[in-house]
């Protein structure tokens, strides 16, 4: 059984461009959800996604979008970057929506 | 809203026992996670309380109280491996999103 994985494992954009970030979620979890982890700081809630559908949004702007396929795995699309944007991105599977959540080894994305 | 307190940093010894303490305040609850996060690596889960008193788990046991808002994390045997970040987290009812606290940084020295 893999557990969760997300690509690419480092990026670096520029101001102004848009990323896409990749996670596939643990074998037989169907809900994913992405947050944003800050330097030092606890990760923040982005969105959750269950069978395709958003399911739930913390405090992100519309720039922040994302999508799930039909496999479950999910993508993490970021608009117009900006500096703050540079984070750890954590994408996280459960079994269902309100299971327990496991995590995969993040995306260390840097906005220059 | 969300408000959860942990300690920044605290330090102890091999061998010895340590306890993080975790404070929140939120306006719906319906459990709590504990992970532990190595620097640069994913946070990995370690416990979930949803009812009060201590879940014990090897060397590791997390204690609830619901009535005050309040957790323990409880590291026993420290090895040097325990180094790591701990993130308390409070999941609301629908337990759609964590709300995590900043995390506790811990140094276990020889």
């Known amino acids: 059984e893999t557990g969760v994985t997300q690509s690419p494992t480092h990026l670096i954009k520029t101001r102004g461009q848009q990323v896409t970030l990749r996670c596939s979620s643990q074998?037989?979890?169907?809900?994913v959800s992405w947050y944003q982890q800050a330097l030092g700081q606890g990760p923040q809630f982005i969105f959750q996604?269950?069978?395709?559908?958003?399911?739930g949004r913390g405090n992100f702007p519309p720039r922040f979008s994302g999508l799930q396929f039909p496999n479950y795995s999910s993508e993490l699309n970021v608009n117009a970057l900006e500096l703050d944007d540079s984070a750890l991105y954590l994408c996280?599977?459960?079994?269902?929506?309100?299971?327990?959540?496991?995590f995969g080894p993040g995306t260390r994305l840097t906005v220059l | 809203g969300q408000n959860i307190d942990q300690p920044t940093e605290m330090t102890a010894t091999e061998g010895a026992i340590v306890q993080i303490n975790c404070t929140y305040q939120?306006?719906?609850?319906?459990?709590l996670f504990w992970y532990q996060q190595h620097a640069g690596e994913a946070p990995t889960f370690l416990s979930y309380?949803?009812?009060?008193g201590l879940e014990e788990k090897g060397r590791f046991s997390s204690f609830l109280s619901r009535s005050k808002g309040y957790s323990y994390l409880l590291l026993k045997e420290l090895q040097m491996k325990d180094s790591a970040s701990y993130l308390c987290?409070?999941?609301?009812?629908?337990?759609?999103?964590?709300?995590f606290g900043s995390g506790t940084r811990l140094q276990v020295q020889p």
């Open positions: 939120t306006s719906g609850f319906n459990g």
């Open positions: 996280a599977s459960s079994l269902l929506a309100g299971d327990t959540q496991y």
């Open positions: 996604y269950y069978r395709e559908e958003e399911n």
């Open positions: 074998s037989g979890h169907n809900t």
């Open positions: 309380n949803v009812l009060d």
């Open positions: 987290a409070v999941s609301p009812p629908g337990r759609r999103a964590l709300t």
